[in-house]
C-alpha cells in the first residue's frame, strides 16, 4: 500500500478534529478527498506528510512509519499545501534549484517539471509577478520535482482560470498513472474528471469510501414536478420508492426515488388517480454535487 491510515484521531484542545480514521490507497489510484470546511481534511493531509502529530493511530507512505521516520517519508510525498509556501522574492527557475538542492534532485529535472506545469513562458520572472494560477503552477512544479511515489495536494486548482483548470486536471491524470495521488477540492467536477475514489470526511470521521463509478451508478433519482393546486404531502408520501420530498414552492415539488425504473410515468399515473394536472416534469441524474450536499448537510 502507497498509504496505510490506521485508527487515527487528532484533538486540538477541546475539539476532535479527527475521529479514528482509517483508510489506505494503492498506486496508481487518484482519490478525491472531500468534506466540508473543518471536516479535517487538511489536518489528515499534515498528518500524513509529517507536519503534525496525531493524538492516536498509525500512519504509513510507501511503507514507511511517518510518525517515527518523518524525513525518510518526506523523500517520498510531494505535497502542495492549501496556502502554498513560496519565495516570493525568487525568480521560478532560482526557486526551484533551491527546491532541487534539498532533496538533491539532478537539476535537469528542473525544465521537465517547469514544461509539464505550463511555466516554460513565466520561468523568467520573479514570483511576485505571476498570477495566483501560475504560482499554484510553481507549487506543484516543485511537489512533483523529486518524483516522489506519493502526491497529496491540498486545493491545488486554486486560482486557475477555465482553460489552466482542463490542462492541471490532465497533468494530474498523467501523474496518476503511476503514483498515488491524494487531493482535496470543492469542486465538484473536478472529481468527477479526475478522480476513481472518493472519500468524504464530516466531522473528523468519514461517511463515505467507494469508488467513484460505484457512486454514479446508484439508483436514485430527482424529479421536479410542478401540479397545477397545492397538493398535500401525505398525498405525495403515498409514491412508491419514494426516498424524500420537498415542497419547494409554488405547487412545485422536489421528490426523490430510489429505482432502477423511470418514475416519471408513475407520477402521470399519480396525478391522473388524484385528479391532478402536471404543468412541469423534470429529472435530473444525482450528481456527486448533490450526494455531497445531501450527505454532509444533514446533522
Avoid at 483508510?23 to 496508481?28: C, N, V, Y
Avoid at 487538511?42 to 492516536?56: D, H, Q, V
Avoid at 519565495?87 to 514544461?115: G, N, P
Amino acid at each position: 500500500m502507497s498509504i496505510k491510515v490506521s485508527l487515527v484521531s487528532k484533538i486540538y484542545k477541546t475539539q476532535k478534529a479527527l475521529n479514528t480514521i482509517s483508510f489506505s490507497a494503492q498506486k496508481g489510484q487518484i482519490i478525491g478527498f472531500l468534506g466540508p470546511n473543518g471536516a479535517g481534511k487538511s489536518t489528515m493531509m499534515k498528518i500524513l506528510t509529517g507536519f503534525i502529530k496525531p493524538n492516536e493511530g498509525e500512519v504509513f507512505v510507501d511503507g514507511i512509519d511517518v510518525l517515527q521516520n518523518p524525513l525518510e517519508a518526506q523523500k517520498t510525498i510531494g505535497y502542495l499545501p492549501e496556502h502554498n509556501p513560496l519565495y516570493s522574492d525568487m525568480y521560478v527557475r532560482e526557486y526551484l534549484q533551491f527546491q532541487a538542492s534539498i532533496f538533491k534532485v539532478d537539476k535537469s529535472q528542473i525544465e521537465t517539471c517547469i514544461q509539464k506545469v505550463g511555466l516554460t513562458e513565466e520561468a523568467h520572472k520573479k514570483i511576485h509577478q505571476l498570477s495566483k494560477g501560475y504560482q499554484q503552477r510553481v507549487g506543484l512544479a516543485a511537489a512533483i520535482l523529486h518524483n516522489p511515489n506519493v502526491l497529496i495536494l491540498d486545493e491545488p486548482t486554486t486560482g486557475l482560470d477555465p482553460n489552466q483548470l482542463v490542462e492541471i486536471r490532465e497533468l494530474i491524470k498523467e501523474l496518476g498513472k503511476d503514483k498515488t495521488v491524494l487531493f482535496s477540492t470543492h469542486i465538484m467536477q473536478e472529481v468527477e474528471a479526475v478522480c476513481d475514489r472518493v472519500i468524504i470526511i464530516k466531522k473528523g470521521e468519514i461517511i463515505i469510501d467507494k469508488k467513484l463509478s460505484k457512486l454514479q451508478k446508484n439508483n436514485q433519482q430527482i424529479i421536479k414536478v410542478i401540479f397545477n393546486t397545492k397538493v398535500r404531502e401525505a398525498l405525495i408520501n403515498q409514491l412508491e420508492n419514494l426516498i424524500s420530498s420537498k415542497d419547494i414552492s409554488n405547487n412545485t415539488w422536489q421528490l426523490t426515488f430510489n429505482s432502477v425504473e423511470d418514475m416519471r410515468s408513475k407520477i402521470f399515473d399519480f396525478a391522473q388517480k388524484n385528479n391532478l394536472k402536471i404543468l412541469e416534469l423534470s429529472s435530473e441524474n444525482k450528481t456527486l454535487e448533490s450526494l455531497f450536499t445531501e450527505l454532509t448537510s444533514k446533522e
